[in-house]
């Protein structure tokens, strides 16, 4: 009978009285060998059981030739056997009372439906006994706040595992391996670190509902491939804001925008990680595209205040390091930091008065004792100045480095006696030559960098997490009712109805199926004319010539659909062609783009940017998750590239900016309630005019599963 109080939390599952390692052994080239000897390295507190039945001890400690054999139920085993024999290992954990396995072994999901099968047949086995399971495919724990080495990373081969407040959920067991065994060469500790590869029983989530409760860990870093559940990885996020423990993210497959789409410009603009961005940005999830960088920003937040503002300042040995700092600084769209009058005051002693308010502030060119002299006062009165959020310090070659840098170090303590606690990020950048430095930072417990890359990064962080402004979905006031029953793709003139009637702006069209029936129903429209072509199966219209512009009436729309219908009898011979799609030509003075996807994860996501024939040319998208407010939709406009021609370029006049974010809104609430059936939705183009004028969709399509 199965016994519901014996599944274990991770709280418990870091702190077992026991661990069975299945597969131990001494022989170093092994999983299971590695695994063993660092658990018993770093004194694991509890009670070792290795499961080898081959061997009367190992390491001293007696072995057990089944879990079945050992005195009491292990609370936690680990296993490290070929993939064949997991299941029985499952099998007996269950029947024994463990309450929780890491499975290393990797091939399961991660190798083929068969696989797959093997892996649901674990976690089922796992389930109905109560027991949780993390992995399979995973290199396991290293949890240094409990003591716990449980992986067999070579990285683990040191004298004491480093502690820190960071902790990591990677879904790369040697990714996590690597960012440790990095990180520990500049002293900076962790105080757990997951690797839980497939996913199998337990989610990244259960992790990181784990870490914010967690009083252990200030701040989170994961790397992701993969979600099993987005709406609860928003709620995690949203969680950890609250508690203020900032949640860091790399994640992989960040998709081709030019890829060629099968139904819409939308499909080539939304993939799932601009879905996840969109995600992070909106619950104050700050995404980075380098494991190195979320490491060090980690660092830094767990060891300097967060900053009121991304203002740096330069702090320098070098006037080129410091004008290359600033050129990177530009590049990378970071504000400079201006001095105020304190700072200039206080580096009158300094240096010449006309370099007290010059940034990068060159510590070589003060007036007497250069770097090494002036680190400390240079560093007390950045780190003081209310124009500087944070400093950048990339120090180079010379005879004093450690000096300098012992000075720089100095200076923040005596600031944070004050209150002063910005990040300051040294940058160690000479090789050899920096190493005392670099040890003497370390005893010091002061964190420092490689690169001015790396430090530029970091600075881009911090802005991203001052930038982010965390919001939720509107949730009513929808200004239409969608249809149901609604299947397929939806030609021009039905999206076009449909769009209508959420009161977004769209040209008059008729569809019809012959060059005399276009001529009539062009006899009851004003001029001038369009001509298309509605086939399923031509996505580009133009490009195949089923487009006829600035038709002056009936005689001229007739002859259009003539000549379309016998030039594509010829270019597309195996196209259905269901009619043509006569309609009232509109201008604008710039073309926009409106479109909206549902994404698997987080649902329906609403797109805005330039369009036309440019819009996977440009790529100036910005999107949101469905619904927005108007006013949420003026500020996706705000950030695009062509916002300086919306707002009126060079003279030009200002474009109906409100009208278009009103179409926005609308179409984003019609993908919200067209429900889990939605798919895809295309604007494009979205003819935009001056100020009080309007604007007007032009060409439509929507896609709907099934």
Excluded at 606 to 625: F, H, N, P, S
Aim: glycine share 12%; aromatic share 4%.
């Amino acid at each position: 009978m199965t016994d519901m109080n014996r599944p274990a939390g991770i709280g418990g599952i870091l702190a077992p009285g026991s661990v069975a390692v299945i597969g131990a052994s001494e022989d170093l080239t092994k999983f299971g060998g590695r695994l063993y000897t660092l658990l018993v390295q770093h004194k694991f507190p509890g009670v070792i059981y290795p499961i080898n039945p081959k061997r009367e001890s190992l390491l001293g400690i007696q072995c057990y030739a089944a879990i079945g054999d050992t005195p009491t139920a292990p609370d936690l085993a680990v296993m490290a056997v070929p993939r064949d024999h997991v299941k029985a290992a499952v099998q007996e954990c269950a029947a024994a009372g463990t309450r929780a396995a890491v499975i290393i072994t990797a091939k399961f999901s991660d190798s083929g439906e068969e696989g797959a099968a093997l892996e649901r047949e674990i976690v089922e086995i796992a389930r109905a006994a109560g027991m949780r399971l993390i992995g399979p495919n995973c290199l396991g724990i290293i949890s240094p706040a409990n003591k716990l080495a449980l992986c067999s990373s070579p990285a683990l081969f040191v004298d004491k595992l480093p502690e820190g407040r960071i902790g990591i959920v990677s879904q790369s067991g040697a990714l996590m391996a690597t960012i440790f065994d990095r990180a520990q060469t500049r002293g900076v500790g962790f105080s757990h670190c997951f690797s839980i590869g497939n996913q199998a029983d337990m989610e990244l989530c259960d992790f990181l509902e784990f870490l914010i409760d967690d009083p252990a860990t200030g701040v989170i870093c994961t790397y992701v491939e993969g979600l099993k559940d987005g709406p609860r990885f928003l709620e995690m996020a949203a969680r950890a804001r609250a508690a203020g423990k900032p949640i860091l993210a790399v994640k992989a497959g960040r998709t081709d925008f030019g890829a060629a789409a099968a139904f819409s410009h939308t499909a080539s603009l939304a993939g799932s990680y601009d879905a996840f961005a969109t995600a992070c940005r909106e619950t104050g999830v700050v995404l980075l595209d380098d494991a190195d960088a979320m490491i060090m920003l980690a660092a830094s937040l767990t060891t300097f205040a967060t900053p009121a503002r991304s203002d740096v300042a330069i702090l320098t040995t070098s006037g080129g390091g410091g004008a290359i700092t600033a050129d990177r600084l530009a590049d990378a769209g970071l504000p400079m930091a201006a001095f105020d009058d304190g700072t200039a005051a206080a580096m009158e002693e300094l240096f010449d008065s006309h370099l007290t308010r010059v940034n990068p502030m060159d510590m070589g060119a003060a007036k007497f004792g250069g770097s090494t002299a002036n680190s400390n006062k240079c560093t007390q009165a950045l780190m003081k100045d209310s124009g500087t959020g944070l400093v950048i310090a990339p120090i180079t070659t010379s005879p004093d480095v450690a000096k300098i840098c012992m000075g720089i170090c100095d200076g923040m303590e005596i600031a944070a006696e004050g209150g002063a606690r910005k990040p300051c990020l040294i940058v160690v950048q000479p090789g050899q030559a920096g190493d005392k430095a670099r040890a003497d930072l370390r005893a010091r417990g002061m964190i420092y960098l490689e690169s001015i890359d790396e430090a530029i990064r970091v600075a881009e962080g911090y802005r991203t997490m001052l930038a982010s402004s965390p919001r939720n979905p509107a949730s009513s006031g929808s200004p239409g009712k969608a249809p149901e029953g609604l299947s397929g793709a939806l030609d021009e003139a039905a999206a076009k109805t449909l769009l209508a009637a959420y009161g977004v702006p769209v040209n008059r069209g008729e569809v019809v199926a012959e060059a005399g029936e276009g001529a009539l129903t062009a006899g009851m429209m004003d001029g001038p004319l369009v001509v298309k072509v509605v086939s399923p199966d031509i996505v580009h219209k133009s490009d195949a010539g089923g487009v006829a512009l600035n038709l002056a009436g009936p005689e001229e729309v007739s002859e259009a659909i003539a000549s379309m219908q016998a030039r594509l009898a010829k270019s597309h011979p195996d196209a259905k062609i269901d009619g043509f799609l006569v309609q009232e030509m509109v201008s604008g003075a710039f073309e926009m783009f409106i479109g909206a996807t549902n994404d698997p994860q987080f649902g329906p996501m609403v797109m805005v940017g330039a369009g036309g024939v440019v819009i996977e040319l440009l790529k100036d998208v910005a999107m949101a998750r469905a619904p927005v407010t108007p006013a949420e939709a003026t500020a996706m406009l705000t950030g695009l590239k062509v916002a300086p021609l919306l707002a009126g370029y060079r003279g030009a006049p200002a474009l109906d900016v409100a009208a278009l974010a009103d179409a926005v809104s609308r179409v984003s609430w019609l993908a919200a309630d067209l429900g889990e059936g939605f798919a895809e939705l295309d604007v494009n183009p979205v003819l935009v005019r001056v100020a009080g004028q309007g604007c007007t969709g032009v060409d439509a399509r929507i896609l709907m599963e099934g």
